[in-house]
């Protein structure tokens, strides 16, 4: 699956978000696979799409607003 932006309820309008490869057996982040910036709606435009195989899983983290 090629993924070019996906939602992610409650980001901010310019929230920063980083997206990470896991093991979807135990959540562990295997690497990272992208940045980008929360926007209009909760929506989460990628620079560039991830592709995600049968099996993988990523995960999407907001980054905190310390």
Not at 16 to 31: A, C, M, Q, T
Request: zero cysteines.
């Amino acid at each position: 699956r090629i993924i070019p932006r996906f939602h992610l309820e409650g980001v901010q309008v310019g929230r920063r978000v980083s997206v990470f490869k896991i093991d979807p057996d135990n959540g562990e982040r295997l690497g990272l696979l992208a940045t980008a910036t929360g926007s209009e709606g909760g929506w989460v435009d990628l620079g560039e799409p991830i592709i995600v195989m049968a099996g993988e899983a990523f995960i999407a983290v907001p980054e905190s607003m310390t």
